[in-house]
């Protein structure tokens, strides 16, 4: 099955407020021209190895742009996000309307939750397993909703450090159920509950450097796994791992504190069985 992903062009895309530490000191300073062309070069290398779809950008959501955060995809439904703050609450009704243009079944959870879709929802590569993040942007009730709604088992990760304020910024599921990962960005409890679901030898752990250069911020399709930057170390750990890393700049989406997996969401995600119950 070849892999189908979300991404919205940067039409109107800017930094245009502040609503993570990433975006301090950078309203009004994205440069549109780099921006595009950053952006195209992603979808190009990702369109190499799967399908990219575009949904048409609007204006007045500049953030719209980071596709990941429309919602969650499983199967044929959708779960539609409800932004934390205002500035991106305008994205909804764009990607309500198509992801129903498209034949999926878009599901909501309770108006007074927040959820931030697969920024902060992501599915194990190896069992089947919902991997949620909360402290920032999502809240922690939705867990046991996203659970009974998908009939999934949800694992819920407090994240404690503000700059990594989606789970996608420091936690990347990869395929054969490995895991790139940032424990710092997580409480003890939480790393504990990870260490307890994946065995040491799947854990790629990374550096401070690299996870602020948002590497485990990756799109992983298959082998190939793309990002914005990382360190020889690193590179070296994911190809020992059967993996070829592609580096694709995406320094003016970090002003805004977004990176590739931000600008993508997978829309052929479907239901596992598990991969690691042999590892």
Same mark, same amino acid.
């Given at each position: 099955?070849?892999?189908?992903?979300?991404?919205?062009? +940067?039409?109107?895309?800017?930094?245009?407020?502040?609503?993570?530490?990433?975006?301090?000191?950078?309203?009004?300073? &994205?440069?549109?021209?780099?921006?595009?062309?950053?952006?195209?070069?992603?979808?190009?290398?990702?369109?190499?190895?799967?399908?990219?779809?575009?949904? =048409?950008?609007?204006?007045? $959501?500049?953030?719209?742009?980071?596709?990941?955060? *429309?919602?969650? $995809?499983?199967?044929?439904?959708?779960?539609? &996000?409800? !932004?934390? @703050?205002?500035?991106?609450?305008?994205?909804?009704? @764009? !990607?309500?309307?198509?992801?129903?243009?498209?034949?999926?079944?878009?599901?909501?959870? +309770?108006?007074?939750?927040? !959820?931030?879709?697969?920024?902060? *929802?992501?599915?194990?590569?190896?069992?089947?397993?919902?991997?949620?993040?909360?402290?920032?942007?999502?809240?922690?009730?939705?867990?046991?909703?996203?659970?009974?709604?998908?009939?999934?088992?949800?694992?819920?990760?407090?994240?404690?450090?503000?700059? !990594?304020? @989606?789970?996608?910024?420091? /936690?990347? =599921?990869?395929?054969?159920?490995?895991?790139?990962?940032? =424990?710092?960005? /997580?409480?003890?409890?939480?790393?504990?509950?990870?260490?307890?679901?994946?065995?040491?030898?799947?854990?790629?752990?990374?550096?401070?450097?690299?996870?602020?250069? /948002?590497?485990?911020?990756?799109?992983?399709?298959?082998?190939?796994?793309?990002?914005?930057?990382?360190?020889?170390?690193?590179?070296?750990?994911?190809?020992?791992?059967? /993996?070829?890393? #592609?580096?694709?700049?995406?320094?003016?989406?970090? #002003?805004?504190?977004? &990176?590739? #997996?931000?600008?993508?969401?997978?829309?052929?995600?479907?239901?596992?069985? &598990?991969?690691?119950?042999?590892?």
């Amino acid at each position: 099955m070849t892999d189908r992903y979300l991404m919205c062009a +940067p039409d109107h895309f800017e930094v245009a407020y502040v609503i993570n530490p990433w975006m301090q000191g950078n309203v009004a300073l &994205s440069k549109n021209d780099v921006a595009d062309r950053q952006w195209r070069v992603l979808a190009a290398s990702i369109g190499e190895v799967a399908q990219v779809e575009r949904i =048409p950008a609007m204006s007045g $959501v500049p953030d719209m742009v980071f596709t990941a955060n *429309a919602g969650l $995809v499983l199967g044929n439904t959708f779960v539609l &996000s409800h !932004f934390r @703050h205002p500035e991106r609450q305008g994205e909804e009704a @764009h !990607f309500a309307a198509w992801f129903a243009t498209q034949g999926f079944q878009v599901e909501q959870l +309770p108006p007074d939750l927040f !959820f931030e879709g697969a920024g902060d *929802a992501l599915l194990d590569r190896g069992e089947p397993l919902l991997w949620m993040g909360y402290g920032h942007r999502t809240s922690a009730a939705c867990a046991p909703m996203l659970a009974d709604m998908l009939e999934i088992d949800v694992e819920p990760l407090k994240l404690v450090d503000e700059r !990594f304020y @989606h789970l996608d910024t420091c /936690f990347c =599921p990869l395929e054969g159920g490995y895991l790139m990962y940032y =424990p710092a960005a /997580f409480d003890e409890a939480s790393q504990n509950r990870i260490a307890a679901r994946i065995p040491a030898k799947r854990r790629l752990i990374v550096s401070d450097a690299d996870a602020l250069d /948002f590497a485990c911020n990756a799109v992983n399709c298959g082998e190939h796994v793309f990002l914005n930057r990382s360190s020889a170390g690193l590179v070296r750990v994911l190809q020992a791992y059967g /993996f070829s890393v #592609k580096q694709i700049p995406l320094t003016e989406f970090m #002003k805004a504190g977004g &990176s590739a #997996k931000c600008l993508t969401l997978k829309l052929n995600e479907m239901r596992r069985s &598990s991969v690691r119950a042999a590892a």
